[in-house]
C-alpha cells in the first residue's frame, strides 16, 4: 500500500470511528457548565453514552428517623416517555400507551416496617428522542416531583431543610448492551468510592444488572445505587437511584417501590 | 478544524484569564469537537471520553492563569486531556476485563461497503497498537498535530516521534495486508 493512501486512510479511518464521540459536545459542554459556573455540583448526562451524576457530600443537620415516613395518602402519576410526541403520532401515541395502563391504582410499600397502601394516579411525560422504547413509571407525586430534561427523566424527594439530594434518573443509551454500560458504570464508581458491589444480575425491582456504592457509615453518608436494564431493542435504560444511608429504608424502600412499576413499552407495542 | 488564528487565541485565553465564560465557551466550541474523537480514541469508549474532555476543560479553566502568555495553547491543552485519557485508562485497566468492547459505531449503509470495512479494521487495528505509537498516530491523522507539536506535548524529541509513526504505519500497513491475506485466502476455500 502506498505512503498516501494509507495516511488517507488513516485519517478516514479515525474521523469515520470517532464520529459518535463528537456529537456529544453540547452536552459535555452542559456538564462543565455545571461544574464550573453552578454551585459546586457536578452534574453528569446521559446521551450516546453517558451516564451518572454526582453530587457534593456535605455534613447535613440530623433528621429524625420517623420524619421519613409521611402519613398522607399519595397521588402517584404515570409517567409515559415517548419518544415522538411531539409530532400528531407522536399524540396518538402517547393516547395509546395511556390506554394500555391504569389510570389510577395502588401499591402497597413496606416502609421503616410498616405497610402504606398508596393511591396511584396516571400522569404522562414528553420525549422527543428517537428510535427509542418507551416507558411508563408510576411516580408518588406527593413525595417526588418528575421532570425531564435532555433525555433524562429524573424523580426527586421534595425534602424540607438541608438534606442530601434523593433522587432517581432513568435514561436510555439507543446502542449499547446492559453489561456493557454495566460493567463502565461500575468501574467509574469503583474509581470513586471504597465501598462498591460487585454487577449482579437481579429480577427485582427490574430485570437487569445491579450493583451500588456507599461513602462511608454516617447517618448522611451518600448511596448510589444503579440498574440497568435493556431496552428490549438494541440499547438499555440506566436507572440511577441516589440518597443517603439513613434514608435507605424510607426513599431507597420508595423508589424501589416507584422501579418496580417501571415498564418497557417498545416501538409498535401499542399497536397489538 | 480550521487553526484559530493566534492573535485571537491569544485574546481569548487573556479573556479567560480574566474570567470570561463567554471567551472560554468560544475556546471550547473551537476545541472540543477534536478533543471528544482524540480521546475516544485513545480511551476505546465514548463515555470515558466525554469525562476525560469534560476534566481537561475544567482544568484548563482552573489553571488557565498559570498558562505561559507566548507559549502555544495546543501543546498545553492537548497534554492535559493525554493525562486525563491515560488516568481513564489506568482505571480502566485495573478495573474492566481485558476483552472490553470498544464503542461501536452505528453500522452505515452504504452499497460501497469496502472503505467503511476498512476504516473498521483499520481502527481495530489502531487500538491494537501499543501507546508509544498508537497516541502519536491518532493525534497526527485524527488532529493533524505537527511532529513538533506531539513531540512537545509528549515531552519527546522531533526524531523520536518521527520514528515512531513510522514504525506504527509500518505496523498497521502490515496488519491490513496480513488481513486482506487471511480474507483472501478464506475466500478461495471451497
Known sequence: ?272 | MEPLNSAIEKQLIDQIQQGDKEAFKKLYDHYAEYALRVATAITKSSAFAADAVQETFIRVYRNIHAFERGKPFKPWFYRILINECNRFLEQKRKLIPVDFQWDQEPKLVQSDRVPIEQYEDLYEAIGKLQDLYRIPIILKYLNELTEKEIADLMDLNVNTVKSRLLKGRQLLKDELQERTAKEGTSCGRP
Not at chain 1, 4 to 13: A, P
Not at chain 1, 122 to 138: C, G, P
Not at chain 1, 168 to 178: A, G, L, T
Open chain 1, 1 to 272: 500500500m502506498e505512503d498516501h493512501k494509507i495516511d488517507e486512510l488513516l485519517s478516514e479511518s479515525l474521523r469515520h470511528s470517532t464520529d459518535s464521540a463528537a456529537r456529544l459536545q453540547a452536552q459535555v459542554w452542559d456538564n462543565i457548565e455545571n461544574a464550573l459556573f453552578k454551585d459546586d455540583r457536578e452534574t453528569y448526562s446521559e446521551g450516546e453514552g453517558r451516564i451518572m451524576s454526582r453530587t457534593a457530600t456535605h455534613r447535613r443537620k440530623r433528621r429524625g428517623p420517623g420524619s421519613y415516613i409521611a402519613a398522607a395518602a399519595a397521588a402517584i402519576i404515570l409517567v409515559a416517555a415517548c419518544l415522538t410526541i411531539s409530532t400528531e403520532t407522536g399524540q396518538a401515541y402517547v393516547s395509546k400507551i395511556r390506554q394500555m395502563f391504569e389510570p389510577e391504582k395502588k401499591v402497597v410499600e413496606h416502609i421503616e416496617g410498616s405497610e402504606e397502601e398508596t393511591d396511584l394516579q396516571l400522569h404522562e411525560n414528553e420525549s422527543n428522542a428517537a428510535l427509542e422504547s418507551d416507558y411508563v413509571i408510576y411516580v408518588d407525586e406527593e413525595r417526588y416531583t418528575a421532570t425531564k430534561s435532555n433525555g433524562v427523566q429524573r424523580i426527586e424527594a421534595k425534602i424540607d431543610g438541608d438534606y442530601p439530594d434523593v433522587y432517581m434518573e432513568i435514561s436510555q443509551v439507543k446502542d449499547r448492551k446492559p453489561e456493557e454500560i454495566a460493567q463502565e458504570l461500575h468501574a467509574q464508581l469503583a474509581a470513586e468510592y471504597d465501598d462498591v458491589t460487585d454487577v449482579t444480575e437481579v429480577t427485582d425491582p427490574v430485570k437487569g444488572y445491579n450493583f451500588r456504592a456507599l461513602a462511608g457509615k454516617e447517618w448522611d453518608s451518600e448511596k448510589i445505587v444503579y440498574y440497568i436494564v435493556s431496552n428490549e431493542l438494541e440499547g438499555s435504560f440506566v436507572i440511577k437511584q441516589a440518597y443517603f444511608l439513613e434514608a435507605s429504608e424510607g426513599h431507597g424502600a420508595r423508589m424501589y417501590e416507584m422501579l418496580r412499576q417501571f415498564q418497557i413499552v417498545p416501538p409498535g407495542e401499542d399497536a397489538k
